[in-house]
C-alpha cells in the first residue's frame, strides 16, 4: 500500500476503530485504586484475538497481569524480524472529578477529540496499533514482520513487578527493536518522539506528631506535624529550585556531545506553554538562568505532587492535626539510582533533625536512553517525516518516566517512544483528550514503520556485519 | 436546697435531662457546613419555652440566628440582679469520619460518657444550664435572680456577625455578670476556669500556580504552588517555634504581676498532656525554654490547622499542582488586632517575593481577661470549691478563643468560663464525649452559683460603694 491508500483504509476502518476506543476507556482501569484490572485484561485480549493474535496473560510473579500479544509475519514477509510494542492498559486516578467537563470514564467526542480518562495515556495507542496491524493484515502483502505486544497493567503506580516478568519471559519478548508507549505532538503541531526516558523515585513523607487531632489552642506548647512537614520540606528544595538533598546529584552521567546538540535544537516555545497551562508565574528555570530544555531532558527533579494535613474543607476549622503526609515525585536522570535517592532524602533528614518524619518510596525506576544513532532510530523518523510531513522531534530521554530500563536491561533493544497525543493532551488531569485527526495519522505511522521495519533493521545488520568484518 | 438536696434532684432528673441532651446532639449543627440551623433553633427555642423562657430569635443583622433567652427571678428572688449565659448551638465538622467510633451525630453511652459531636463544645453546657434553672424553679424558694441567655449560632466559624447584635441589643442582653460557653476538669481532674480568652486571627493561604493540574514531569521547569507554598510557610515560623512575621508581636500587653503570679501556680502535667494525646515529640516549649503555662496563657500562636494541594489518595500519582492552600490559626493575646496580624502576614510574604499568594482571614477576634479581681470571679470559684471539693483553677485567659471581647466591650460585665468537659473531651475532634458525672456536677455547680448571686453581686455593690464614698 502506498500512502494515500493506507490513509484511505485508515478513514474506512475509524467508526469501528472508534467504537472499539471508546468501549476500551469505559473501563476505569485505575491501577492506583485497584479498579476494573480483570475486565480490562480480558478486553485487551479478546482485541488481539479477534485479529488472530495468540495471547497469555502472565500472572505468576504478582501485581497486576501483564498480557502478552503475538501476531506473526503473513507469507509474504520476514519472520526473522520481530517488532515488540509496549503499552500499559491502566490508567492514572480522574480525580478530582468535579474539574471534569464530562464524566472520566464517559467517552465523549466533541470539537474533534475525544474526551476520557487514558484516552491518551496510553488507551488510544493501543487500539492505533492494533488498527496498523489489522490493515496489513487485510492487505495484498499481509503483515511484513512479526510483531509482539506486552501490556502491563501497573505503568502509573510505577511498574513495581514488571522486571522479574522482563527477566523470566525474556525470551518470550525477545524482539529487535521495541516501540514505546507515548508520543505527542508539541504546542507548534510538531510530532514529538522519544528514545529514552527519565527514571523516578517517588517518595512519600509522613510526618507523625499525635495519636489524635487536638484542639489548635494547645498549639502554644504542643508541636505540629504539619509545620514539622512544611519546616522539612523547606531545607529539601529552595525556593530558586535548587535540590539540596546532600547526594542526590551522584553518578550522574554526563550527555553526550551529540544528545547535548540534540537538546539544543529541540523546539521549546516558553510563551506557548505558560498559555497552555495557564501558568501564573516565569518558568522556574528562568531564575537559575538554565534552558528549560536542558532541564527537561538532563536535570533531574523534585516535584510536590501532593499535601495533606488536618482539616481541608469549607471555612475554619481550629484543629492542630496529629499526622501530615507529603507526596514528592523525584525525577532521575541516567546514573541515578532510586534507592540511593530514598537513602539520601532520609539521611538528610535525620540531619536536619527531623526524625520523626518517615519516609516511603512508591516507585522507584532507573533512566534510560538508548543509542541515539541506531538504524532503527532513523526508520521511525524517516517514516514519521512522510507521514507528518515535517522533520520529527527526537529527544535522547523524555521528561516522562517508564520501566524502559528494565526493558533495555533485559531484551537489549533500540527503542522509541510515540504516540497518538497532542499538546493539550492534560495526561493526568481532568478533560484529557486526543484529537481524532492525530489519531489517524498515528495509524498511518505505525502502517509505515511495520512495512519498512525488517528491511531497515537488515540494514542495520549489514552495517554490524561490515564493522566487525 | 442544700448541696446534698440538689445532688439527689440532679440525680432523678438525669434520665429526662440526658434525653434531652442526645435529642439535641442528634441535630448536625455544622456551621462551617451551614448545616441543621433553622431546625437546632427551634429545639433551643422549644427547650427554653418549656421551662416558662421568654424567647426571641435575632435574625435581622445577618447570620445564623441569635438566640434570647429570659428566666425571671421567682417571687422571692431579687428581680435586680441578671445572670447571663453565652452559649453556641453550632458544632465544629465531624470529619474525618472514618475515625469515629460511633458516628457522631448518634449519642452513644459507652462507660459512663456520653459521645456525639458537639456533646463537650457546647451543647452539654446548654442542657445543664436550663436543668438548673427547672431545679431552681421547681424548689421551694423559685429562681434566685433573673437569668438571660444568650446562644448564638455562629461560635465555631468565629461569630462573625455576633457583635452588630451585641451593640443593637446591648439592653436585651444587659447583665451583672456572665457565665462564658465552655469550661472542663484537667488531666488530674480539677475543674478548671478561666476569666478571660485569646483572640484568633484565622487565615488561609492560597497560591495558585497554573489553570490546570499538570504531569509531574514538566516540574523541571514549571513553578510548583505547593512548593511555593510550603517554602512560604517556612519563613514564617521556624523549627523552634518562633514566629517570624514581622509585627506580629506589635502592641501586646504585659500580664499584671497578679496574672504572671496566677499562671506561675497553674498547675500543668507535662507527662499527663503527652499521654492523653499519644504525643510522639516532647513539648515546643522545651527547645525555648519557655514555661508551657506562660505559653498556653500569655503567648500568641501560629498554628496550621490544614495544608491541601494536588494528589492525597493512596498509592501514587504524578501530578503538579496547579494550587495550593494553608489554613493557618493564630492565636492573640490583650493588644493584638488580627486586622494588623493579616495585614503583617501579607507584607511579610511580599517582603519575600510570594507575590503570588494571597491570604484571606476567616475569623478574627481580640483577646479579652476580666478584672481577676471582681467578687463575681471570687463567687464562682467559691462555689465550684463546695461542689468540687477542692481549689479549682482560674486562669486569666484561656488558650482557646470566643467572641467575649465583644461582649466585653458592649456589655461592661465579668466573665468567668465554666462548663461539663473532662480533659478527654476531644473538643474538635473525632470521638467527642462528656462523662455523666461531670455533667451532674456542672449542674450543681450552676445551682449554687445561682442560688448565691444576688447577695455576691450586692457584697460587690456595697464594696463599690464605700469605695466611692
Redesign the interface.
Known sequence: MDQGQVIKRVQEHLPQTLETLKEYVRLPTV???HSAIPETVAFVVAMMEKLGGVTRVLDDLGGNPVIYGFFPAGSKGDPGKTLLFYNHYDV??P??FD?WETPPFEPAVKDGKLFARGVADNKGDLVARLTAIQLLQESEDGLPCNVKFMVEGEE???SPNLEPYLRKYQELFSADACIWEFGSKDEAERISMVAGI?G?A?LELTC?????????????????A???L??A??TM???E?EILVEGFYDGILEPSERERQVVRNLPFDTEA?SRL?????????EALGVD?RE??VF?P??????????????????????R????V?C?LVPGQDPEHILACVKSHLLKH?FD?ISVKM??GQKAYRSDYDHPFVSHVMETARHVYGHEPIVAPN????GPMYAFGEALRLPIVSTGVGWSGS?????NESIRLQDFEQGIVHMVLMLSGFAQAMDAHLHRSQSGNG
Chains 1, 2 share one sequence.
Open positions: 491501577s492506583a485504586q492514572q486516578p480525580e478530582p474539574e502509573e503506580i510505577g527519565k523516578m517517588y507523625e506528631g499525635a495519636e489524635i487531632d487536638m484542639h489548635s489552642s494547645i498549639g502554644a506548647y504542643v508541636d505540629n504539619a509545620w514539622r512544611v519546616q520540606l523547606a528544595k529552595n525556593k529550585n506553554i497551562y495557564g501558568l501564573k508565574r516565569p518558568l522556574i528555570t528549560p532541564a527537561m536535570h527533579t523534585m516535584t510536590i505532587c501532593g499535601i495533606e494535613s488536618g482539616y481541608t474543607g469549607e471555612g475554619a476549622k481550629t484543629v492542630l492535626p496529629k501530615a503526609k507529603a507526596k515525585d525525577r533533625g520523626d512508591w516507585n523524555s521528561a516522562g518516566t492534560k495526561v493526568h488531569a481532568p
